[in-house]
T-cell receptor, first 111, second 113 residues
Framework: AQSVTQLGSHVSVSEGALVLLRCNYSSSVPPYLFWYVQYPNQGLQLLLKYTSAATLVKGINGFEAEFKKSETSFHLTKPSAHMSDAAEYFCAAWGNTPLVFGKGTRLSVIA | DAGITQSPRYKITETGRQVTLMCHQTWSHSYMFWYRQDLGHGLRLIYYSAAADITDKGEVPDGYVVSRSKTENFPLTLESATRSQTSVYFC????????????FGPGTRLTVL
């Protein structure tokens, strides 16, 4: 069965610093991969998705992620963190079953 | 407005009572999903539906019942609520293709006393 692991339940960065949120998936078949963001008291919204096209995927709000099959990873990055990026981030994968989510990483941005 | 809505947004109930959470989408999406979100567990799939009158279990279906008589509605019922069902519940929908974006509702925060 598909599983998704997010390394680090909480990540803190300074404003202007690089954001790196890690995601690894397990699958013998390359899945479709997604990053969602959740702001407090809201539902999830899509940041970006990988669907077997370009391995470097650009999303909203300056985020991007790179699909690396050899590492079974789909890490999320942003060159310069902004205070408004503080939120919970979820990596998700779709193989042959409905979307499976990681446990989430809470991003804090320090002024 | 088009979109996906959930009602109620907040609900407090007592152990043993029946509770129904509503989900409505205006896009005529084929697929609809129910997740629960708990600290330390992320989002876990309860039930999903590929079309009207077609439903299937997810990871944590015990204690829940779903139905889908119309494409746009996907209610989730807790037949006899337990304290372990205190959670935030999210409904989601997407079109037919698994590469399509899955859209989420705003959530229902349920507390079972």
């Amino acid at each position: 069965a598909q599983s998704v692991t997010q390394l680090g339940s909480h990540v803190s960065v300074s404003e202007g610093a690089l954001v790196l949120l890690r995601c690894n998936y397990s699958s013998s078949v390359p899945p479709y991969l997604f990053w969602y963001v959740q702001y407090p008291n809201q539902g999830l919204q899509l940041l970006l998705k990988y669907t077997s096209a370009a391995t470097l995927v650009k999303g909203i709000n300056g985020f991007e992620a790179e699909f690396k099959k050899s590492e079974t990873s789909f890490h999320l990055t942003k060159p310069s963190a902004h205070m408004s990026d503080a939120a919970e981030y979820f990596c998700a994968a779709w193989g042959n079953t409905p979307l499976v989510f990681g446990k989430g990483t809470r991003l804090s941005v320090i002024a | 407005d088009a979109g996906i809505t959930q009602s109620p947004r907040y609900k407090i109930t007592e152990t043993g009572r029946q509770v129904t959470l509503m989900c409505h989408q205006t896009w005529s999406h084929s697929y609809m999903f129910w997740y629960r979100q708990d600290l330390g567990h992320g989002l876990r799939l309860i039930y999903y539906s590929a079309a009207a009158d077609i439903t299937d279990k997810g990871e944590v279906p015990d204690g829940y019942v779903v139905s889908r008589s119309k494409t746009e509605n996907f209610p989730l019922t807790l037949e006899s609520a337990t304290r372990s069902q205190t959670s935030v519940y999210f409904c989601a929908s997407r079109r037919q293709s698994s590469t399509d974006t899955q859209y989420f509702g705003p959530g229902t925060r349920l507390t079972v006393l």
